[in-house]
């Protein structure tokens, strides 16, 4: 148990649904990230958030939509995926001072049919 | 710029052998470098972690130590076990870049009695 909750923790949706992917901590941390994580790819960042400001966005398709209300939650928004979107989505948080670690969440296996 | 460079899986030993994992890195300065370990069907949980030169960090038996001579960050277990089959993941993070972290594409181990 790392203090990062994800849910939930499979989602199986529709090239036309939209849904919404949550992430909790309560670790008193002010960065979060969502990652992906794909079989036989690296880890690939998508988000991060300092301060509840998004200041990392890598090339992510616009399909994919994050939001951050406060510190402790993150959320990412999903809409019109593709097959490929498939994939394991991880978060994670850090105290974003000093030489810290990030805490990561069990991740959310998503699959996109 | 930033980069983690690990060493090619799947790595296959017997019981009780000894384990290196090699994980070098490019970064200019002095980053934090971190081994995380991921489990079947989990997030990334931190095995250990160094934040300058010389340091040692250790956990569960495992241990690697930064050397800045040689850009390097190796994990090492004396003598794994089988529930020690996962993938380890070596990681930096730069006081340059601020929140970003830089993985390595990951290392899967299995542990055979």
């Known amino acids: 148990e790392t203090g990062v909750t994800q849910t939930p923790r499979h989602l199986v949706m529709g090239m036309t649904n939209k849904k919404s992917l949550k992430c909790e901590q309560h670790l008193g941390h002010n960065a979060m990230y969502w990652y992906k994580q794909s079989a036989k790819k690296p880890l690939e960042l998508m988000f991060v958030?300092?301060?509840?400001?998004?200041?990392e966005n890598n090339s992510v398709p616009s399909r994919f939509s994050p939001e951050c209300p406060n510190s402790s939650h993150l959320f990412l928004h999903l809409h019109t995926l593709q097959p490929e979107d498939s994939a394991l989505y991880l978060c994670?948080?850090?105290?974003?001072?000093?030489?810290?670690?990030?805490?990561f969440g069990q991740g959310t296996r998503l699959t996109v049919v | 710029g930033n980069s983690v460079t690990q060493m090619e899986g799947p790595v296959t030993l017997s019981e009780e052998a000894f384990l290196t994992i090699n994980c070098t890195y490019t970064?200019?300065?002095?980053?934090?470098l971190f081994w995380y370990v991921q489990y079947p069907g989990e997030g990334l949980q931190l095995l250990l972690k160094?934040?300058?030169?010389?340091d040692k960090g250790s956990n569960k038996g495992f241990e690697a130590t930064y050397r800045k001579e040689t850009t390097s960050f190796h994990l090492e277990k004396g003598s794994v076990q089988v529930s020690d089959s996962a993938v380890y993941f070596c990681a930096l993070n730069h006081a340059y870049t601020g929140n970003q972290f830089y993985f390595g594409t990951g290392t899967s181990l299995t542990v055979i009695p």
């Open positions: 958030y300092s301060l509840e400001e998004r200041v």
């Open positions: 994670a948080s850090r105290d974003g001072t000093g030489h810290t670690e990030a805490f």
């Open positions: 160094a934040t300058k030169a010389d």
């Open positions: 970064a200019t300065g002095y980053p934090s």
